[in-house]
Each structure stands twice: as structure tokens, then as C-alpha cells.
DNA sequence: CTGACATATTAGGTAAATACTAATAAGATT
DNA sequence: AATCTTATTAGTATTTACCTAATATGTCAG
């Protein structure tokens, strides 16, 4: 438990940029991570080395995929921030605010923890955004 | 709103400790601070540069004390803590791992989004520690 | 197949945050 | 005054996070 390896927000941003892309067709350039994140590509690419020396992704002539580990782990970022957002929500914050603040803190909290949250308070099917809660984990 | 200044996980945990000593009779030395978060004085001196940079902290000969920003933040960040704390564990999450969690964003969250919550749970005195849960600002 | 253009990579530089050791300065205490 | 404890300075290293400029590698039109 909470053996998660640790991740910068930047590290998050990419993994996530990378998530939201794999059902694509085309496999995200380093170009498109760079527009997404408003990043030069050298730096882009700094970013992604250091995620593949943590494992989550792997590079070969200019494409990047995420690993099963980032897969796993991308899922439990996203799973944290809708989380973490309902129940800001349902405890009065604004919507907006939720989102931006559990960005902050989606990568920071192990997921086994905001797992027991999402128990308590009900396995509620979405987020205050509308967007499905799944339990990933077999 | 929203508008505090950033500071770092280190730089929080030496207001903390600057902020719990502070009705103590002699002032917090440079080696006590080294002693309670286990960094050389070199490293305590420079957070504490940086602290004062951002106008939490004002240094004289060997004595370091907290500004009425440095003051109000760490009382913000204490708040922070026990409301966050607070709203865990009425959520499922054990103390232990909730203190751990609420050590990490505390200092990343604006008082004002956190002050809501506060109301909306219904003012609790007492965090799950036992510790008072004030409301500092006028 | 060959330029031209787009994209990726390398090289090299800067800055802030986080640490350290070793040396020096300043205070306090005996 | 000598000693011991603190504080400070100087110098070094690593990680993260950026950049520009140069080079390499594709790719695509003709």
C-alpha cells in the first residue's frame, strides 16, 4: 500500500496526455504532447524519459506508448480526480475549483485510500462532470 | 481568491514547525528546526532565506520569527489540515493515512475553497485528533 | 529518387529547490 | 581567554523544469 512510485504534476500532465490518446487510431507525436502542454519538444521529451525510467512508458523511434504499469497507473490518477471531485462537490465547493485543486492532488494520494472514500460514500457512478467512475482494478 | 503565495512541501513543514513554537518562551533555533525535520542547518538556513523571501519570516542574528503573513498562512495551513483531516475520516479514511495525506496537500489547497467545506460539514470544533478546529480570520 | 518540410533528438545552457561537507564567524560559558 | 556551540558562507551535487540552436531522421510531393 501507498508503494506508489512518486510523479511531479508535470510527470501527471503527460501521463494523462498520453492516457487520453490511447484509443486513438494515431499514436501521440511529441509535437501534439507539446501543444497540449504548451512545452517545447526537447522538454517534452525530457518528460518522457524520465516516465519511461519510472516505467510507465516506453519509446522507440519517436513513438511513445504507455506501458501496462502506466495504463494501470494513468487509470488510477483519473479515478482519484473524479473521486476526489464528487466529494468536493457534494461538500460544497464549486466545480471548477474541485477540478482544479484535485489536478493538484489527483497523483499525490494513493489510490487503495481514495478507494475506501469512493466506498463510503456510495460507489457513485460519475462525477460532477458526468464522466463514468470505474473500478479498473480486476 | 486563490491568490497565496506557492510555497514547497519543505518550506510548509518549517512553518509548521516555526508556527507551533511560537508561544514558547525562547524562540526556535536554527538547530531545532535542523533537528526536527533531520536536514543540516546549511539546508534550514536556505529554506528559511527562501521563507523569508516570500515575507513568511523575518531573521536577525540567529533568530528567526514568523511575519503576520508568515503567521496567518500557517494558521490557514493548520486549518487546512484539520478540515481536510476531518472530512476523511467521516469518508471512510483511517486517521493515521488521513494526517499522512493532509500533511502533502494542506499547503496546495486556498483556504477559502477549504472554508467551505468547513461550513457545509457543519462547522466541526475538533478534528479526529481531538485538536481544535478555529476560525482565525476575523 | 530527391529536395523540402516536419518532426525528433542532441547538445548545451539557465534557474529553482533540495541536499551535503568543510570552513569560518560569532556567541556564550566556564 | 579558551572552549564549545551555533550560525553563516562557500562550494558541490542532483533533480526538475525550462529554453535555444543545431543536427538527424522521416515523409511526401514531384
Known amino acids: 500500500m501507498s508503494d506508489e512510485i512518486r510523479i511531479t504534476k508535470k510527470e501527471r500532465d503527460a501521463l494523462i496526455i498520453l492516457g487520453n490518446h490511447i484509443d486513438e487510431e494515431f499514436p501521440v507525436r511529441l509535437v501534439d504532447i507539446s501543444d497540449e502542454m504548451s512545452l517545447k519538444p526537447p522538454t517534452i521529451l525530457n518528460l518522457l524519459k524520465r516516465l519511461e525510467d519510472k516505467g510507465y512508458v516506453e519509446r522507440e523511434k519517436g513513438m511513445t506508448v504507455l506501458t501496462k504499469s502506466g495504463i ?6 483519473v479515478e482519484n480526480h ?8 457534494k461538500n460544497g465547493m464549486d466545480l471548477d475549483r474541485a477540478c482544479l485543486i484535485s489536478e493538484n492532488i489527483d497523483f499525490l494520494i494513493d489510490h487503495e485510500s481514495i478507494d475506501n472514500i469512493f466506498e463510503k460514500i456510495g460507489k457513485p457512478s460519475k462525477c460532477p462532470h458526468g464522466r463514468k467512475i470505474e473500478q479498473f482494478h480486476e
Open 82 to 89: 473524479r473521486i476526489l471531485e464528487t466529494l468536493m462537490v
Open 72 to 77: 494501470s497507473r494513468y487509470r488510477e490518477i
